[in-house]
C-alpha cells in the first residue's frame, strides 16, 4: 500500500477527544441554522425503560390477552399480505368499530397511528401559523405540543386549586382568544377529574371552532358524549385502543360530523395504519367482551388503590375515572423523593411533582393488577413510614 494508512472510523468518544473538533462544530451550527428554534429548545415525548419492575407510569391495561385471543390474532396475522399497501377500503374495520364503541351511524370516521397522530392532524388541518389551540391545564401534554409542531399558539387554562375545571376562567379565555381548537379530555389526564356535563355543553356552545372530546380512559368513566354527537356538529369525539388492552397496536379513531372528518383527513399521511394493526384489530374486536372484562377488573382495582392511597399519612387521593389515580405527597418525604424511592424498589410511576404548580409533589399511579396495586401501597407504607 505503498506506506499508505487508511483512518479509522471515530469511535463514540471522538469529538470529547479532539478528534473531530471543527466537523462536530460545524454540524451544530447548521443544524442550529436550520432548525427551528423552538424545536430545538422542545424536549422529545420521554418514554423511560421499563425491562423490570412493576410498571405503573403509562396507564397500559396489565393483563395480557388469553391464549385463545392471540391465537385467533396469530392466524389473522399468517394470512395477510405483506407484499401490498393497506387498502384504501376499511369498511370492514369500520363496521367492526361502529359496532363495538356504538358510534352513530351517520358520524365519519377516521383513523390514526394512536390518538396523538389524530391531534396532530386535527391541529394541523384547522390552525394557520399564530392560532390558538386551547385546554384546561394542566392536561394530556400532547395537546401543547402539537399545537406547537404547527406553529400554533397553545393558551392552557388553569384548573382550578383542586383540580377541577374553571368554566368562568375557561369561558373567559375563549371569549379573549377566539381558539380554533378546544381540547378536553373526559376524564382528564393526569388529574382524573371528569368535567361535568353541563360545564362541557356551554364550552361547546361558547367556542368558534372546532370542540374535541378527548375519550381516551371513557372505558374507566362510564359516561360518553358518543350518542350525541349527531346533535354536536361543532365537536368530534377521539378515543384509542390503548388503555383497553391494546397500546402495542398503536390505533385511535375520531367520530364527528362527516364534513370535519373529510377535511381533517386531507392532511392524513397515506397507509398511516399498517396492514397488521388492522388485521388484529379486526380480530379482537370479536372478542370484545374480554376487552371489557378487563375494564371492569381495573375499575374495581382503581377504587382499591384509591381508597389504600387515601389511607397512608399525608397522601391526598384525587376522585379519578381513568385507570390511574393522581396522588399529592404533602408530608415529607415529597413526591420527588416517593418517586425515587419507588424506583429503586423497580416500580415505575409518573412523576408530575416539576411539571406544573398545581401538581406539586403529585405522582400518577396506573391501576394494576392486584398484586402490583397491594405491592405499590406496601412499598409506599414503608417509604411514608
Known sequence: ????????????????AGLRPATGDALDKRIAATVRPDIRAMTAYPVPSASQGIKLDAMECPYPLPDAVRDDIARALRDTALNRYPAADNGELTLALRQAFDIPAQSG?????G????????????CQPGDTVLSPWPSFVYFDMAARFDHARFVGVPLTADLQLDLPAMLRAIDQ???????????????????????????????????????????FAGHT?????PHLPQAVVLRTVSKIGLAGLRFGYLA??????????????????????????????????????????LRAGRAALASGLAALPNVTAYPSAGNFVLARFSGKPGGNAVHLALKTRKILVKNFSDAHPLLADCLRISVGTPDENRAVLDALQDILS
Not at 225 to 229: A, E, H, S, V, Y
Request: aromatic share 6%.
Open 256 to 297: 364527528g360530523d362527516p364534513a370535519w372528518i373529510s377535511q381533517i383527513d386531507k392532511v392524513r399521511p397515506p397507509y398511516n395504519i399498517n396492514v397488521l394493526t388492522q388485521a388484529a384489530l379486526r380480530t379482537v374486536l370479536r372478542h370484545k367482551a374480554v376487552l371489557d372484562e378487563q375494564a371492569a377488573h
Open 177 to 219: 382568544h377566539r381558539p380554533k381548537v378546544v381540547f378536553l379530555a373526559l376524564p382528564n389526564n393526569p388529574t382524573g377529574g371528569l368535567w361535568p356535563d353541563a360545564a362541557v355543553q356551554a364550552i361547546v356552545d361558547a367556542a368558534p371552532g372546532l370542540v374535541v372530546l378527548d375519550e381516551a380512559y371513557q372505558a
Open 115 to 126: 390518538s396523538d397522530e389524530l391531534i396532530h392532524l386535527i391541529v394541523q388541518s384547522c
Open 1 to 16: 500500500m505503498n506506506g499508505a494508512r487508511t483512518a479509522a472510523a471515530p469511535g463514540p468518544g471522538a469529538r470529547d
Open 225 to 229: 358524549w358518543m350518542p350525541r354527537l
Open 109 to 113: 370516521l377516521l383513523f390514526g397511528n
